[in-house]
């Protein structure tokens, strides 16, 4: 019984675990990339983004739609300096298609300029790591180089921006908070000398699983002449490696379970040696093969029954625990998340039951069959 619980337990546990993962990767990057996003199919830019956002706005289903500009700079505070990716936002826009405002961890949510040094210099928002990096804190200055549009061969400058940090974010993204920032968009077409335009545009889903049924319906709407791609396209790589691995991992802890199966086939053997008195008073008294196999398939599947109860509390148990005390952290930076998050499902756990109660079946049939074929004859002799 201690084996099935041990067995049924780390199976569940891991699954529930890499739900947990999956979940919270897929909630912290739609936070930030909504969707569905709509890139430009021909050309570089969106240049009527306005009438494009209403054209999504009005589509069933779609909460809100917002354009923005992503562009590559190099920053500079006091003391630091390093590469980022840079995007221009309608700040209201944003708000309803992304978790910016949510993720605010210090300062304001807002571009508002400000006095520095009798210049006037616009807000910026940026993650928390970046922040950390560049030895900066609200208030004070950066610079924001950007080479978009020169031609670098005639020995012109990169364009030069001030602004100052309105904002501190946390995503809980590793990679988006050391590499990203926030501009108003009117400063970044500014920066990036794109006029009236945008590069992307992003929106939000009453469902984030209705986004593949959506997308034909938006991509329709638009004549085609966009690139319209939903969030587990874009994100097709991270999800299918995450569901691979769980595949893997379900059968590789599936044989603590056939471990287990083994302990039980010795133990109804050794439970067939010491009942072979009774068994043999039983067939005596008139009992069947077919019965005495019964009895022993029944014992098996009772342990299964307990091994499996106990190994959904445990586990449930063990969930509970990591969720509430965050025992078990990562670093970061090389799992986006820094804690491992654990989510139940009652389908794993029927599943990982349905599997672990077949097992100890079939591992109970064995010694079942040799008891119910012993014969009173012998056991009468010995």
Same mark, same amino acid.
């Given at each position: 019984? /201690?084996?099935?619980? *041990?067995?049924?337990?780390?199976?569940?546990?891991?699954?529930?675990?890499?739900?947990?993962?999956?979940?919270?990767?897929?909630?912290?990057?739609?936070?930030?990339?909504? #969707?569905?996003?709509? !890139?430009?199919?021909?050309?570089?830019?969106?240049?009527?983004?306005?009438?494009?956002?209403?054209?999504?706005?009005?589509?069933?289903?779609?909460?809100?739609?917002?354009? !923005?500009?992503?562009?590559?700079?190099?920053?500079?505070?006091?003391?630091?300096?390093?590469?980022?990716?840079?995007?221009?936002? $309608?700040?209201?826009?944003?708000?309803?298609?992304?978790?910016?405002?949510?993720?605010?961890?210090?300062?304001?949510?807002? !571009?508002?300029?400000?006095?520095?040094?009798?210049?006037?210099?616009?807000?910026?928002?940026?993650?928390?790591?970046?922040?950390?990096?560049?030895?900066?804190?609200?208030?004070?200055?950066?610079?924001?180089?950007?080479?978009?549009?020169?031609?670098?061969?005639?020995?012109?400058?990169?364009?030069?921006?001030?602004?100052?940090?309105?904002?501190?974010?946390?995503?809980?993204?590793?990679?988006?908070?050391?590499?990203?920032?926030?501009?108003?968009?009117?400063?970044?077409?500014?920066?990036?000398?794109?006029? #009236?335009? /945008?590069?992307?545009?992003?929106?939000? *889903?009453?469902?984030?699983? $209705?986004?593949?049924?959506?997308?034909?319906? =938006?991509?329709?709407?638009?004549?085609?002449?966009?690139?319209?791609?939903?969030?587990?396209?874009?994100?097709?790589?991270?999800?299918?490696?995450?569901?691979?691995?769980?595949?893997?991992?379900?059968?590789?802890?599936? *044989?603590?379970?056939?471990?287990?199966? !083994?302990?039980? =086939?010795? @133990?109804?053997?050794? *439970? %067939?040696?010491?009942?072979?008195?009774?068994?043999?008073?039983? &067939? @005596?008294?008139?009992? %069947?093969?077919?019965?005495?196999? &019964?009895?022993?398939?029944?014992?098996?599947?009772?342990?299964?029954?307990?091994?499996?109860?106990?190994?959904?509390?445990?586990?449930?148990?063990?969930?509970?625990?990591?969720?509430?005390?965050?025992?078990?952290?990562?670093?970061?930076?090389?799992?986006?998340?820094?804690?491992?998050?654990?989510?139940?499902?009652?389908?794993?756990?029927?599943?990982?039951?349905?599997?672990?109660?077949?097992?100890?079946?079939?591992?109970?049939?064995?010694?079942? %069959?040799?008891?119910?074929?012993?014969?009173? /004859? $012998?056991?009468?002799?010995?």
């Amino acid at each position: 019984m /201690v084996g099935v619980t *041990l067995g049924v337990a780390v199976v569940c546990f891991v699954m529930s675990l890499h739900n947990g993962f999956e979940r919270e990767i897929r909630s912290r990057l739609l936070g930030t990339t909504s #969707h569905i996003s709509i !890139f430009p199919l021909h050309h570089e830019l969106i240049e009527e983004y306005e009438q494009l956002v209403d054209q999504l706005e009005s589509v069933d289903g779609v909460v809100a739609a917002s354009a !923005f500009i992503y562009y590559k700079v190099a920053i500079q505070s006091a003391s630091a300096g390093d590469g980022i990716i840079l995007r221009g936002v $309608d700040l209201e826009m944003e708000k309803k298609t992304s978790n910016i405002a949510r993720d605010m961890k210090v300062g304001e949510c807002s !571009f508002e300029p400000k006095m520095i040094d009798s210049d006037t210099v616009p807000g910026m928002i940026i993650g928390s790591h970046l922040a950390e990096r560049l030895s900066v804190y609200l208030g004070e200055p950066v610079w924001l180089y950007s080479i978009r549009g020169e031609d670098l061969q005639k020995r012109s400058r990169p364009r030069v921006a001030k602004f100052q940090i309105s904002g501190i974010l946390e995503t809980g993204m590793y990679e988006f908070d050391a590499q990203m920032a926030y501009i108003a968009l009117a400063d970044a077409q500014k920066l990036f000398k794109t006029g #009236h335009a /945008v590069t992307a545009a992003h929106l939000k *889903l009453t469902d984030i699983y $209705d986004a593949e049924y959506v997308t034909p319906v =938006i991509d329709s709407i638009l004549e085609y002449r966009y690139d319209v791609v939903p969030w587990n396209i874009l994100h097709k790589n991270l999800f299918s490696w995450i569901a691979i691995e769980k595949k893997i991992l379900f059968l590789g802890f599936i *044989l603590i379970v056939v471990v287990a199966a !083994f302990s039980i =086939i010795s @133990t109804l053997v050794m *439970l %067939t040696m010491e009942k072979r008195s009774d068994i043999g008073i039983l &067939k @005596t008294i008139g009992l %069947t093969p077919a019965k005495v196999r &019964k009895i022993f398939v029944l014992n098996g599947l009772t342990i299964a029954s307990v091994g499996v109860v106990g190994g959904w509390a445990l586990a449930l148990a063990a969930a509970w625990v990591q969720n509430s005390y965050e025992l078990i952290s990562l670093p970061p930076d090389i799992y986006f998340i820094s804690y491992l998050p654990i989510e139940a499902r009652w389908f794993d756990f029927l599943a990982s039951g349905a599997v672990a109660g077949f097992i100890c079946f079939l591992a109970a049939l064995y010694p079942a %069959t040799r008891a119910a074929r012993l014969s009173v /004859v $012998d056991i009468v002799r010995q």
